[in-house]
């Protein structure tokens, strides 16, 4: 098999392609050990469609078992998580991981003075795998 970057990634799901308004909204959970692969680093990618009105904050958090999440420290994260505003149609955003000890990472959206909000998704590249090519089932 060539050496590629689909051999050494794996892309999830982080959040749906809806529209949001006022409220905290948790992203899909991000297993780093999905089929056994044991990923050391996740990249964020974030994608808008039409953004009417709002303020969309973006943040990260992780956990050790999937019950108890907290704010994934500043050292943790590379670029910035964005907040996401009217002027932000059509936008891509890119955020980084570097995973500790914690096996599971989500995206948490806060949304705040919306009446119609905006449409965004995000899926999770994970890389740096403990096998090559990594497992996809």
């Known amino acids: 098999m060539r050496d590629t970057l689909y051999t050494h990634s794996l892309s999830r799901l982080a959040l749906t392609s809806v529209a949001r308004t006022n409220g905290t909204v948790n992203g899909t959970t991000i ?8 990923f050391r680093t996740a990249l964020f990618v974030i ?6 009105d709002g303020t969309h904050v973006i943040t990260l958090e992780h956990s050790s078992d999937n019950s108890n999440w907290s704010a994934v420290p ?3 994260i590379q670029g910035t998580a964005p907040s996401i505003g009217s002027a932000d ?31 965004f ?9 403990s096998s090559s090519p ?3 089932a």
Request: charged letters at 15%.
């Open 31 to 38: 297993d780093l050990g999905v089929y056994g692969n044991d």
């Open 47 to 52: 994608t808008t469609g039409a953004i009417t």
């Open 74 to 76: 500043a050292g943790r």
């Open 89 to 119: 149609d059509n936008v891509v955003f890119d955020v980084g991981y570097i995973v500790g000890t914690e096996q599971y990472v989500r995206l948490v959206v806060t949304t705040s003075g919306a009446t119609t909000g905006g449409i």
């Open 121 to 129: 998704s995000a899926v999770a590249v994970l890389g740096q795998a």
């Open 134 to 136: 990594v497992a996809r």
